[in-house]
């Protein structure tokens, strides 16, 4: 079995961690709370520019299956003037995190709760093919109160989820800015992200009330390049490129919104390992988080192809 095991998680700045593990578990279904810890963090060193201080809350859906295997981490950064705003002018595609997808049990019930919860209302539901599979979906996207786009869908043509009522099932996948499909789906087929659910080259209209001025021209806007490779385990990864490409939209490491993620693996030091006999500069030695009553988690950061901010994560909960 190979030692990466799909998407682990995706991390978000929040600007109140309480209101936020509310907020998720209430309405978004991640109920159960793996660790709430508050520490220096000399693992994102390198992408924040210091160690920083932080809030960190590892939160699970207890209804997720194997089609929303991913988890949210809570950042929030403590030190400074706490966490940056979303990145001006992110509309999406830029490189950095732009998204977390939940798979969802009900789009339009799971949509409609979250608009009623006072979540901003950013794409109504709608059904979909993507191609070349044809495989079907329903879709729909709300913000969370701290400018995270949350993606719902049902991949009908997929995977039906266990039997029970319209709810959020855990993380689907993770969309990210990249600049050069063909450098990045061989990077993440290295990590084990092999099997592509979909590929499409068009402009994703709905998505147009994104992209404002000044940051675009919204009579000239960029075509969208998106793929979706799939792990055997864990969650999928959504790279995207858009051409002309967007400006930068990683923003400071914890700023609000989605902004990193992690990759499970089995044996992180066995990973990181094999990550840097294929050149790949990992930022270690992974820092390990004492969580108490025999369990830790451990991770570290390495360098993806566009600077995404990413980790190798082993956790024993
Ligand atoms: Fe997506």
């Keep these: 079995m190979s030692l990466f095991q799909g998407v682990d998680h995706v991390g978000v700045g929040v600007g109140d961690v309480d209101e936020a593990i509310a907020f998720y578990g209430r309405h978004v279904g991640f109920d159960r709370v793996l660790f709430d810890v508050t520490a220096e963090l000399p693992a994102v060193e390198a992408f924040a520019g210091r160690a920083p201080r932080a809030r960190v809350a590892m939160l699970e859906s207890s209804g997720a299956t194997p089609i929303g295997p991913g988890r949210v981490k809570l950042v929030q950064v403590l030190d400074g003037d706490g966490p940056a705003p979303v990145p001006a002018g992110q509309a999406w595609g830029e490189v950095g995190v732009c998204e977390i997808c939940l798979h969802v049990r009900g789009v339009a019930e799971v949509h409609a709760s979250l ?64 600049t050069d499909m063909g450098r990045s789906r061989a990077f993440y087929e290295r990590l084990g992200f092999t099997a592509l659910l979909f590929e499409s080259f068009d402009f994703f209209d709905p998505m ?9 021209d919204p009579a000239r806007l960029p075509t969208q390049h998106m793929t979706m490779p799939m792990p055997a385990q864990g969650a999928a990864i959504e790279p995207v490129v858009l051409d002309p490409p967007g400006h930068d939209c990683r923003g400071e490491w914890g700023h609000l919104g989605p902004m990193d993620f992690g990759i499970r693996t089995s044996n992180i030091d066995a990973a990181a390992a094999e990550l840097r006999a294929d050149g790949v500069e990992v930022y270690g030695p992974p820092q390990a988080i004492d969580l108490g009553g025999g369990r830790e988690w451990r991770s570290v950061a390495f360098v993806e192809p566009d600077g995404n901010y990413i980790s190798l994560v082993e956790a024993r909960y």
């Excluded at 950013?122 to 879709?139: F, K, Q």
């Excluded at 949350?150 to 997929?158: A, D, H, P, Q, S």
């Excluded at 009330?209 to 675009?216: A, L, M, Q, T, V």
């Design 115 to 178: 608009v009623a919860a006072g979540c901003a209302d950013l794409m109504p539901p709608m059904t979909a093919e993507v191609p070349p599979t044809g495989i079907s979906l329903d879709i729909a996207y709300v913000a969370d109160p701290w400018g995270t786009k949350l993606e719902m869908i049902e991949w009908t043509g997929l995977w039906r989820s266990l039997p029970g009522p319209a709810r959020a099932e855990g993380v689907n996948h993770v969309a990210f800015g990249v």
């Design 208 to 216: 147009a009330p994104w992209f404002e001025e000044p940051w675009y």
